[in-house]
């Protein structure tokens, strides 16, 4: 059970390291707040969707019976 949210956990830390070398920072606060934006996008973007294709599955699964 522990090994999924361990795992998200190392792809995002693999992600913020690739941002870090893509290119260079004004300063470290400054990556930061680049990341920040794209955390809160994710959050607005994904919620939505997700919500999305729960109700989407159960109102197939609902509708198949």
Same mark, same amino acid.
């Given at each position: 059970m522990l090994r999924k949210p361990v795992g998200w956990? !190392?792809?995002v830390s693999e992600g913020n390291? /690739? *941002?870090w070398k893509s290119r260079r920072w004004?300063?470290?606060e400054h990556f930061k707040e680049h990341?920040?934006?794209w955390a809160i996008a994710?959050? /607005?973007i994904g919620a939505p /969707?997700? /919500?999305l294709l729960w109700w989407s599955a !159960? *109102?197939?699964l609902?509708?198949?019976r």
């Open positions: 956990r !190392i792809k390291e /690739l *941002a004004r300063s470290v990341q920040r934006g994710g959050v /607005l /969707l997700s /919500l !159960i *109102a197939l609902t509708h198949v």
